[in-house]
C-alpha cells in the first residue's frame, strides 16, 4: 500500500469527540519516548506530521491523521513515564482506556517496545489488559538500527517466553527503524489487510 495523501485531522482526550465517519483506525501506543510519532511520520513519509520528541510524555492526547481519506492512524499519549504525577496518571488510564474499550471503528492497536529492553513489568501488564478486554493488538519492536541482530534476536525470545506465561499464542510481531524504514511494508500491508477485508464484509 501507498500512502498518497496524510492530514492531520483533531486532538482531543474524549474518544466521543473522535472522528465519527466511522472510517477504521489504527492505534499506536506504548511507553514514553518508544517512538510512536517517529513511526506514524516513517509509515507516512513525513516527517513533521507527527511531532515527536526527546522530552517523554509530551503526546498528552488522542491525535487522528486522516490517510488517503480512507482510514486513520492514532497517535496516543505515552504511558509510564516516571515524571508524571498519579492524578495524571490515573487520568491517562481512564481517558485512554475509554478509547481502547469503546472506540467501534478500532480495528487495531499496536503496541510499541523498545527492542534494547528486557521484558518490562508495565508493557505485559498492557498486554493482557486489551487480552482481557478482548481488543485485538500487534507488538512492535522499535529502534532495532541501535542494536546488533543478535541481542535483537535475544530480546525477542525473552518476550516471546514471558507472554508464553500467560498467552497461548503470541500476536503478530513486527520489528521496526525510524532512522531507516525498516518494517514499513510490513506494517502498511497488515493495516492493508485488514482494510481491504472489512471491505469485502460490507460490500
Ligand atoms: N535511532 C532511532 N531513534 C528513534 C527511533 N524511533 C524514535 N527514535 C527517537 O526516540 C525519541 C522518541 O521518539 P518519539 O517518536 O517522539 O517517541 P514517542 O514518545 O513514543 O512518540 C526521539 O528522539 C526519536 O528521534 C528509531 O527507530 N531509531
Ligand atoms: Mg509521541
Known amino acids: 500500500m501507498i500512502i498518497k495523501e496524510a492530514t492531520f485531522v483533531v486532538s482531543n482526550s474524549d474518544y466521543r469527540l473522535c472522528p465519527t ?19 506514524i511520520n516513517m509509515l507516512t513519509g513525513n516527517k513533521k506530521l507527527a511531532k515527536t520528541s526527546g522530552t517523554p510524555g509530551k503526546t498528552q492526547l488522542i491525535n487522528h491523521f486522516e490517510i488517503n481519506k480512507d482510514w486513520y492512524l492514532v497517535d496516543l499519549p505515552g504511558y509510564g513515564f516516571a515524571k508524571a504525577s498519579k492524578q495524571a496518571r490515573v487520568k491517562w488510564e481512564i481517558f485512554i482506556s475509554e ?4 472506540r467501534e471503528s478500532l480495528m487495531n492497536v ?29 507488538i512492535v519492536f522499535t529502534k532495532i538500527d541501535k542494536i546488533s541482530s543478535s541481542v535483537l534476536g535475544k530480546n525477542l525470545a525473552k518476550y516471546k517466553k514471558e507472554m508464553l506465561k500467560s498467552w497461548d ?13 525498516f518494517g514499513k511494508e510490513k506494517i502498511l500491508n497488515y493495516i492493508d489487510l485488514i482494510n481491504t477485508s472489512l471491505k469485502e464484509v460490507n460490500k
Do not use: H
Not at 478509547?99 to 469503546?102: A, P
Open 99 to 102: 478509547y481502547l474499550v469503546n
Open 169 to 181: 499464542e503470541i500476536p503478530p510481531v513486527y520489528t521496526s527503524s525510524s532512522e531507516s524504514a
Open 21 to 39: 465517519d466511522g472510517k477504521p483506525e489504527f492505534a499506536f501506543i506504548g511507553r514514553s519516548n518508544v517512538g510512536k510519532s517517529s513511526l
Open 110 to 138: 499496536f503496541v510499541l517496545i523498545d527492542s534494547r529492553l528486557e521484558p518490562q513489568q508495565i508493557d505485559l501488564e498492557f498486554m493482557n489488559w486489551c487480552g482481557q478486554k478482548q481488543i485485538p493488538f500487534c
